[in-house]
């Protein structure tokens, strides 16, 4: 392989990191409360809210429901508004943080709805109110789920990166197309393709050991 | 310290609605252990949790402490509810808490210093007996330790009151007599006022002054516990009795029994005794007085706090007249008599 090359893919494997990283921090930070936001707000839950929780799930199902490819044309006008350009891996980044925010929101909602109600009502019998139920008992004794979920959205977030590349993203998808699919370079498109598969990897792994840490049970 | 007045709760409306509690009263004096005992489904749960808010009554009062907990704001509510521990069946302890952390969650919750909940939670975890698990996970106690565990952490905030939600139901004896046990010293050492519900009558037995018995979402006894369990004054309080006494006719018995009385019949009778009648000969009597004739088929005599309580299955063999006279002989004596059949005179 020629240093050329070489510099290519490593150029791309960073890219794709910086999109599955900014795009992942920035999920969590976004779909964290909003997972939360669909689990205490249900009917009999410690904020129940008739009209929002409907709502909140409808708005998040839309989201989830419109494929990533189309979202990533779709909301090109709403890109550069925000990064000045619909081209490279901050644009890119964009699309994917829209599609990962109510991909990680069900993810919390699920790791939350696996908590026995009896912690939440004996929470209440001390006197907690919503906001440390949230902070002290809900988020915590989730953590296991949670972390799980971002595993989950992370392995996600090197695919959709992946798929970034044909509208050119930048990263390993984009380079696999270019150089892999476009040009016919076999080796180029393997090397992409293995690169993407130990990523894939190293997130479960690393997703796995920190919920092995966190489990107390 | 507690007081329900005309408590009712109702879940849905219209036709389908749920009488979950019907115009309750309860009164629970300071320092006192009052069970109340029920079968599943008769209210139980929904009327320990109208006691902190839970369950908010749909109409009727609840004093705690003097206070009015339906008229509160949700802060005041949170404060009193600081006032008021609670345990339950499945001890609720969170899980990436360690023993020493769960003690100090309701701590935590109202805002106290670090220092502040050390000095707390330690002497608390000496006095269930735990000292030495404080680092623990509770995944590592049984479920015994769990649940001093719990009752550690619900008196951490200086409860007057503790209520119990079946504290013991998923506890084997043993396990269950030890926490029993600490829950009476609890109420000895710190004058806590404890509510508990349960289905067992040995926790009735064992620590409650008083206790009400609770059916289809209505009080229908409340009597110190010597006097349920020697005169239960319903039927509903006679089925728990006889069930935890384990006293019924023999089954082989049950398939001879006719209803109603023939002229080759003889009664097969339940009796009930307590106080002075327990140590009077009066089986012995009754043959020499009425010339009756007594088979014992069961009798068991157990002690309840300081009264005697005496349960026998017995046939009485004689004439009808014999055995009405012998009837009215034991009645005349303090002794409850129940008819449980009749059965066909062995030839």
Redesign the interface.
Known sequence: MSSAMFDLILQATLDTLYMVAVSGVIATLLGLPLGVMLYVTRPRQILAMPVLNPVLGIITNIGRSIPFIILMVAIIPFTRMLVGTSIGINAASVPLTIAAIPFVARLIEGALNEI?P??I?????????PW?IIT??LI??A?GGIITGLTITLVTLVSYSAMAGAVGGGGLGDLGIRYGYNRFKPPSMLITVVILVVLVQGFQSLGDYLVRK?D?? | MIELSNVSKTYGSGDSAVHALQNVNLTIPKGTIHGVIGLSGAGKSTLIRCV?L?ERPTSGSVLVDGQEMTGLR?RE??????R???I?Q?F?L????TVFDNVA??L???GEKRSAIKNRVLPLLEMVGLADKAKQ???QLSGGQKQRVAIA?ALA?KPNVL?CDEATSALDPQTTSSILELLRDINHQLGITILLITHEMEVVKSICHRVSLISDGKLVEDAEVGDFFTAPATQLGRDFLIDFLQLSPPKELLERLEESPSEHTHPVVRLTFSGDAVSTPLISRLARECSVDVSILQAKVESIQDRTLGLMIAELLGSHEQTQQAMSYLEAHQLQVEVLGHVQRNV
């Open positions: 026995s009896g912690l009502e004996s929470a209440q019998s001390m006197g907690a109110t440390q002290k008992v915590p004794e953590r966190s107390r049970k | 902190n839970l949700r509510l949170n404060h009193a509810r600081h008021i521990g609670m339950f499945h609720n969170l899980t990436t808490r969650l309701p935590e919750l109202m996970y509770p995944a952490r905030s209520l």
